[in-house]
């Protein structure tokens, strides 16, 4: 199957590398926009059978089947609407800030349109990748990338991008602890083992929970007058969880304002 790239940058290649490392993407064939050239150029040299670079956007959307549209949100409208798009053809957009019946209506008809939100652990084949509407072509297309979960609808799409954007928060909080952690005698990486690892670990006994109460008690059931409640309650006084769903609130604005 011949699946096209429009915007070949971070996420579209971490998506490309999680195809092309794992056997069931082995008949796939990617045909990239030549944008960005670099990353263009070093998917083809990490995968010269699965891997063709275009001269130009038309003809990533002429090779194929499937497109997927991975451009930045202020650019998407005017590169997408003089291309060409074919009826029996697919699109999956990635494009944050626009829903469907936008993105269609500078594409014009195709078969399927579908929006999805993936993240650049799909590479390592691991981690949620959800999407809206339900299809079945999808889920098998996508399942070696990670755990592929349907929406009902892009109102519930929004809300699942919102909690995205702490994607990068969470980055910044390690590599601030982790910094901390060498201020006070660590090695560069002891402390990033550690707290990646505390994280991972932490994580997992969330997922075991049978609900968010269940968590909350993960908090609070910690030693009384102990290490982790001098923590919580100091980053709970001083307002810190407010700034971290301050910070979602904003996200969700922008998104549903451009709706
Ligand atoms: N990064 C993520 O984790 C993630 C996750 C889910 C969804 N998304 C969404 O996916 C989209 C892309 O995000 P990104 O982080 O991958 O951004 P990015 O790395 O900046 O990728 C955008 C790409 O579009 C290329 N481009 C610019 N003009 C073009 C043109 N005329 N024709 C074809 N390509 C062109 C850029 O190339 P140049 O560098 O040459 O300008 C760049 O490679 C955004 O809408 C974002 O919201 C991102």
């Known amino acids: 199957m011949n699946i096209g790239v429009l915007g070949t940058g971070q996420i579209s290649s971490s998506l490309v590398r999680g195809f092309c490392t ?26 010269p059978e699965q ?12 090779q194929s089947e499937w497109v997927l549209l991975a451009l930045l949100p202020p650019q998407a409208e005017e590169i997408l609407r003089p291309l060409r798009f074919r009826q029996e053809q697919n ?3 990635l494009i944050s800030d626009h829903g469907l019946k936008e993105i269609v209506s500078w594409t014009g008809p195709v078969r399927k349109a579908i929006r999805m939100v993936p993240l650049p652990f799909a590479e390592l084949h691991m981690g949620p990748i959800v999407y809206c509407p339900k299809d079945t072509e999808v ?8 755990q592929v979960l349907a929406l009902d609808g892009e109102e519930k799409l929004n809300t699942v991008l919102t909690m995205t954007a702490l994607m990068s928060p969470f980055y910044l909080l390690i590599h601030k602890t982790v910094e901390w952690g060498k201020d006070h005698g660590l090695s560069d990486r002891t402390a990033l083992d550690y ?17 968010s109460e269940a968590v909350r008690m993960l908090c609070c059931d910690t030693t009384k007058g102990g290490l982790n409640e001098s923590a919580y309650q100091w980053i709970e006084s001083g307002g810190g969880y407010t700034f ?16």
């Open 22 to 47: 794992d056997t069931a993407g082995k008949d796939l064939h990617f045909y990239v926009s030549p944008r960005n050239r670099e990353k263009a150029a070093a998917l083809a040299a990490a995968f």
């Open 51 to 62: 891997v063709t670079v275009c001269e130009t956007n038309q003809q990533v959307v002429d």
């Open 91 to 93: 699109i999956i957009t």
């Open 139 to 146: 889920e098998q297309l996508f399942a070696p990338l990670g």
């Open 195 to 211: 707290m990646s690892s505390f994280f991972e670990a932490l994580s997992a006994m969330a997922q075991r929970a049978p609900d």
């Open 244 to 259: 971290w769903l301050q910070a979602m609130d904003q996200v969700w604005d922008r998104l549903n304002k451009t709706e």
